[in-house]
T-cell receptor
């Protein structure tokens, strides 16, 4: 199946710094990517929908200025956590849909996730 | 808000037994999907069932969908220790493109 990668897999940073997480679709072009946040033993919460070449659509309650999303190409979306605080510590997962029809028309492919720890 | 609710929250069985997980949802859907997540990892797509389908099989997996009750079940037959993971249902609403995830069931298969 299609592959989505994330980098880094783990990051530890100091409070107040910014952290960038990359999400790449490796063998297909993704016009739309999704960013989720997951707390321990909890479900995935959709944070935003990232659209190539346009502004991201954020879910209610997600701060746009806090979580900056850029989808500059058809294979790359980035999430930047700005001025990170300990409460931002979480597991961040991206996903992408393959619109080509090559794979199942509605399957979303998920990245392996990024564990962010803010000290 | 998250619309999927799954039960049980946790399930512990012996190898060889069958595992059944249930998912309920609230809105009209285009399809319902089941995903698996190993601890600290990303999600793996298991199976998709469309709103006009009632049952689907894939290997040891059997999924049912009852749109009148807005519920779905995932059955894993002849479970193995390697099936230990969290299982999530996710619904694709007819009105939008987002996937909404349930709370998940933590399955433990004891060898």
């Amino acid at each position: 199946g299609a592959v989505v990668s994330q980098h880094p897999s783990r990051v530890i940073c100091k409070s107040g710094t910014s952290v960038k997480i990359e999400c790449r679709s490796l063998d297909f072009q993704a016009t739309t990517m999704f960013w989720y946040r997951q707390f321990p033993k909890k479900s995935l919460m959709l944070m935003a929908t990232s659209n190539e070449g346009s502004k991201a659509t954020y879910e209610q309650g997600v701060e746009k200025d806090k979580f900056l999303i850029n989808h500059a190409s058809l294979t790359l979306s980035t999430l930047t956590v700005t001025s990170a605080h300990p409460e931002d510590s979480s597991f961040y997962i991206c996903s992408a849909r393959d619109p080509s029809g090559r794979t199942s028309t509605d399957t979303q492919y998920f990245g392996p996730g990024t564990r962010l720890t803010v000290l | 808000s998250q619309q999927g609710e799954e039960d049980p929250q946790a399930l512990s069985i012996q190898e060889g037994e069958n595992a059944t997980m249930n998912c309920s949802y609230k809105t009209s859907i285009n399809n319902l999907q089941w995903y698996r997540q190993n601890s600290g990892r990303g999600l793996v797509h298991l199976i998709l069932i469309r709103s006009n389908e009632r049952e689907k099989h894939s290997g040891r997996l059997r999924v049912t969908l009852d749109t009148s009750k807005k519920s779905s079940s995932l059955l894993i037959t002849a479970s193995r220790a390697a099936d230990t993971a969290s299982y999530f249902c996710a619904t694709r609403e007819t009105s939008g493109s987002r996937l909404t995830f349930g709370e998940g069931t933590q399955l433990t298969v004891n060898p």
